[in-house]
């Protein structure tokens, strides 16, 4: 159960539901004390702490005994309740779909807004939308870094890039992709997009694993790479099969946006990784989303996860026929093998100390729930063999580093005041997470969860 308690004291009487409304500016000072401080970096519980936000930002943090709190300001009292930071995801969609329905229509301001706040919800407070996003993104992404609006703060991957009868294979707008087919046009392709805003720039590769699609060519990968970099942007690729990510390596991509499911990696991959100082995002669960809620259908009895779900979505999971075509999908096999792969390829990459970030693709499709799609993945991290620390620090340091976010990630001076507010020890269970007391960014409250 999500936790709606909370504990404030002050020179003056205050309520939580009046301390800072969601979407609104918040409190010049607050001052959070009796806390158990995860700052997301050197991986230790810290108890007794005082953590001061000072409008967007934390002012200072440390022992009780050692930071003042500042005349006048708010005081919510704890009671030893631990604040880590804000999930980041580095791989979301946002607009893909809405209800059980993929397509255009889902690309709007309504069914955007209503993922972003979601994701505050579930502790997600930064993600990233790796492509199919038309140029209405751009404004709203404005206002909510104003605070005019409630939800996660976002970059934005643009269009993204894939090629004519590619990858992926989805139907959108005619303003949510580029296909081009010469390497001017891709070059073309990334300097519009960098002109919208973009944030990254994202391409597409693979095939879908018998989907007979059109695979880019290396000389369109590579020229939106040179592109891409010649206006200081990072790279994103998706990809599938380990080859394909070799070859992007080699060609300068900055980060993998899916793990390799085909294969185990080897040693040449490895070296590649370490030799570009890239990064890789495992989306451990983007294959398990297909058979999950028909595999495990008293999942939907879980009021957290029913929480992330549209009522349409409910009522689809509910269906035995519905549940009796993913569980008879002739995919499934590859789907469970290409988890395994994800999993033993994550864990070791990690045991090389090679750049893991963390992210989901959720939002992609209805399967892939945003906001419980995080958690999910957390639980996945877990099962890969991190521990629940590990696991987090990916998804908060490492997730902001991968999108060279370094004013998040974190709970240190200085940085954003993106965090949630949790009940228990997070050490011991990633579920603890799912105990949210409140949720802030931008040293606003986002979601009182």
């Given amino acids: 159960m999500i936790s709606r308690r909370f504990f404030l004291s002050s020179a003056a009487t205050a309520t939580f539901a009046g301390l800072v409304r969601p979407g609104f500016a918040a409190p010049s000072t607050t001052v959070f004390d009796g806390a158990t401080i995860l700052d997301g970096q050197s991986g230790e519980l810290r108890r007794n702490w005082r953590l001061v936000v000072s409008g967007e930002a934390i002012a200072a943090i440390g022992p009780a005994a050692s930071v003042q709190a500042p005349p006048g300001a708010q005081v919510v009292t704890l009671d030893g309740a631990t604040v880590l930071p804000g999930i980041v995801s580095d791989h979301v969609h946002l607009g893909a779909y809405h209800g059980t329905t993929s397509g255009p229509a889902a690309q709007n301001v309504d069914v955007i807004l209503q993922q972003l706040a979601l994701y505050t919800d579930f502790g997600v407070t930064t993600v990233a939308s790796m492509g199919t996003n038309s140029a209405i993104v751009y404004e709203l992404r404005r206002r909510i870094r104003n605070g005019d609006l409630r939800g996660a703060d976002f970059l934005v991957a643009d269009r993204g890039i894939g090629v004519p009868k590619g990858a992926p294979p989805v139907t959108v707008g005619a303003d949510q992709l580029d296909r081009p087919e010469t390497v001017d046009q891709a070059r073309e392709a990334v300097r519009s997009a960098v002109s919208r805003g973009a944030d990254v720039i994202k391409l597409w590769l693979d095939d879908f694993q018998g989907a007979k699609l059109v695979k880019m060519a290396p000389e369109i990968y590579s020229a939106v790479i040179e592109e891409a970099h010649r206006n200081n942007k990072q790279v994103v690729a998706h990809i599938y099969y380990l080859e394909d990510a070799k070859a992007l390596l080699r060609a300068g991509a900055d980060v993998l946006g899916h793990g390799v499911r085909d294969q185990r990696v080897d040693a040449e991959f490895m070296a590649l990784m370490q030799e570009r100082g890239a990064w890789y995002i495992p989306t451990l669960g983007v294959d398990e989303a297909f058979y999950r809620f028909a595999e495990a259908p008293n999942t939907l009895d879980d009021p957290f996860v029913r929480k992330a779900l549209h009522p349409d979505l409910v009522a689809q999971f509910q269906t035995s026929a519905w549940r009796d075509q993913q569980l008879g999908n002739?995919?499934?096999?590859?789907?469970?093998?290409?988890?395994?792969?994800?999993?033993?390829?994550?864990?070791?990459?990690?045991?090389?100390?090679?750049?893991?970030?963390?992210?989901?693709?959720?939002?992609?499709?209805?399967?892939?729930?945003?906001?419980?799609?995080?958690?999910?993945?957390?639980?996945?991290?877990?099962?890969?063999?991190?521990?629940?620390?590990?696991?987090?620090?990916?998804?908060?340091?490492?997730?902001?580093?991968?999108?060279?976010?370094?004013?998040?990630?974190?709970?240190?001076?200085?940085?954003?005041?993106?965090?949630?507010?949790?009940?228990?020890?997070?050490?011991?269970?990633?579920?603890?997470?799912?105990?949210?007391?409140?949720?802030?960014?931008?040293g606003r409250r986002v979601s009182s969860a």
Avoid: C
Wanted: no cysteine; hydrophobic share 45%.
């Fill in 330 to 442: 002739p995919a499934l096999p590859q789907w469970k093998a290409g988890l395994q792969h994800n999993l033993a390829n994550t864990k070791l990459l990690f045991e090389q100390g090679l750049n893991v970030g963390f992210g989901t693709d959720s939002g992609a499709m209805p399967l892939r729930v945003p906001g419980y799609g995080e958690h999910r993945e957390l639980e996945l991290l877990v099962q890969a063999g991190l521990t629940p620390l590990q696991a987090i620090r990916l998804a908060t340091e490492k997730g902001a580093a991968a999108m060279k976010l370094h004013d998040r990630g974190v709970l240190l001076a200085g940085k954003r005041a993106d965090f949630l507010i949790v009940d228990g020890d997070p050490s011991q269970s990633v579920s603890v997470l799912r105990q949210i007391r409140g949720v802030w960014a931008g």
